[in-house]
């Protein structure tokens, strides 16, 4: 049974992708994968961005309470 070159590069081609990784599936792994990455990465910068505005804040407070606060204290 001869096949033609078109169609047997086409299939090898198509078999190739998939072990890759780059079919259809793999590319939707792909993206849920970076997706969870990049919101575990934004959850972590928003909490340190808080966590940061908290302290400027209460050494602000702090500095209003007890005294002032800086070169000459």
């Keep these: 049974m001869a ?7 086409s299939r090898y081609d198509e078999l190739a992708a998939r ?15 970076y997706g969870r990455a990049m919101g575990s990465l934004v ?11 908290l302290l400027i804040v209460a050494t602000i407070g702090f500095g209003l309470v007890v005294g002032p606060i800086g070169w000459t204290g």
Excluded at 43 to 53: C, L, Q, S
């Design 43 to 53: 959850r972590r910068v928003a909490t340190m961005g808080m966590a940061i505005g």
């Design 19 to 33: 072990m890759d990784g780059y079919g259809p599936a793999g590319l939707d792994v792909r993206r849920r994968y």
């Design 3 to 9: 096949r033609d070159v078109e169609t047997v590069t």
